[in-house]
C-alpha cells in the first residue's frame, strides 16, 4: 500500500531467501530502505542493487525508511522465495488498530486476468488493493449489490509496480478483469473503520491474495488453529471465530448447496 494507507512508526519490509547457491539477485524498491545486501547497507528509492553470488540459505531483508514496498522490483537468475508486508500497518491510516501484514508472493508469471472479490464475513467493509506487473494495464472492477443490481464501474489504469486502493462493503460482490497479469489482495481494515463497532467485527488488519479464477480448484486441505492463552491475552476472551468464503459458479447452485 501506499504510505498513506498504512500509517504508523512501523515500516513495510522485504524478505528473500536464496535457494541455490550463485543465485544472481537484483532488487529496486520503491522507498529508501535500510538493509545488509552485499556491501550495501542504504538502498534509495529508484535504485537497483546487485548481488551476484548469493549463497543457499541467504536471507535478505529490506526495511523501508518510511511507508512500505509496494512496486518493489526484484528479480532473480534462480529461483528464490520472496515475502512482504508490514510491521504493524493501520488500515486506512487513521484507524485503530494496527497488526502485522505478511505474504509470500508468487512470481509474476503466475499472476492473472480475472478475480472475484468477496467480502470478509462480520465486517462492515473489506479493502483490496491492485497491482501491476507491467505497463499499460488496464483493470476494470464491476460490483453488484446483495439484490444483483450494478453498484459500481469503474476502470484502473497502472502501470508495472503501480497499484491502487479499494475500499467496498460487504454487501458488495465484484469481478475483476485485467488486460494484464495482475496481483490482487484483500486487506481486513482496523475494527474503527466499522460502524457500529461490535463485539462481532472486531478485527485488526491481516491480508491474504485472491487466487485468478483460472486457478481455483475443486480440491481444498483447510489447517485451522486452536485458541489459547498466550502470555497474558487470553485469545478465547475475544471469540475467533475461524471464517470461509466460498465462491461457486451460479450454474452450480442446487437447493442443496
Not at 509496494?70 to 504493524?88: L, Q, S, W, Y
Not at 496481483?183 to 491481516?206: H, K, Q
Not at 470461509?244 to 447452485?253: E, G, K, S
Amino acid at each position: 500500500g501506499d504510505s498513506d494507507q498504512f500509517a504508523g512508526p512501523l515500516v513495510g519490509f522485504v524478505v528473500i531467501v536464496i535457494n541455490e547457491d550463485n543465485t544472481d539477485v537484483r532488487v529496486t524498491p520503491t522507498q529508501k530502505v535500510v538493509t545488509f545486501f552485499g556491501t550495501n547497507t542504504m538502498i534509495t528509492a529508484g535504485d537497483t542493487r546487485r548481488n551476484r553470488r548469493a549463497r543457499m540459505g541467504d536471507v535478505f531483508t529490506f526495511a523501508a525508511d518510511s511507508g512500505d514496498l509496494t512496486g518493489t522490483r526484484v528479480t532473480a537468475d534462480k529461483p528464490i522465495t520472496f515475502f512482504t508486508g508490514h510491521e504493524c500497518g493501520f488500515v486506512p491510516a487513521e484507524n485503530t488498530a494496527c497488526d502485522i501484514l505478511l505474504e509470500q508472493i508468487p512470481p509474476t508469471e503466475t499472476w492473472g486476468f480475472q478475480f472475484v472479490l468477496t467480502p470478509l464475513t462480520t465486517r462492515e467493509s473489506s479493502g483490496f488493493k491492485f497491482l501491476a506487473s507491467q505497463d499499460g494495464t488496464s483493470v476494470t472492477i464491476s460490483c453488484n449489490d446483495a439484490d444483483g443490481d450494478n453498484v459500481i464501474s469503474e476502470s484502473l489504469s497502472l502501470n508495472a509496480g503501480g497499484s491502487d486502493f479499494k475500499i467496498y462493503p460487504k454487501t458488495y460482490w465484484c469481478f475483476i478483469e485485467s488486460n494484464r497479469p495482475i496481483l490482487v489482495v484483500t486487506i481486513s481494515l482496523g475494527y474503527t473503520f466499522d460502524e457500529p463497532i461490535t463485539e462481532s467485527n472486531l478485527a485488526d488488519p491481516f491480508m491474504f491474495m485472491i487466487p485468478p479464477l483460472g486457478q481455483l480448484s475443486n480440491d481444498y486441505t483447510l489447517v485451522f488453529s486452536q485458541s489459547d492463552a498466550v502470555g497474558s491475552f487470553n485469545y478465547d476472551a475475544v471469540n475467533f471465530v475461524p471464517q470461509i468464503n466460498f465462491i461457486v459458479p451460479a450454474a452450480d447452485l442446487t437447493e442443496e448447496s
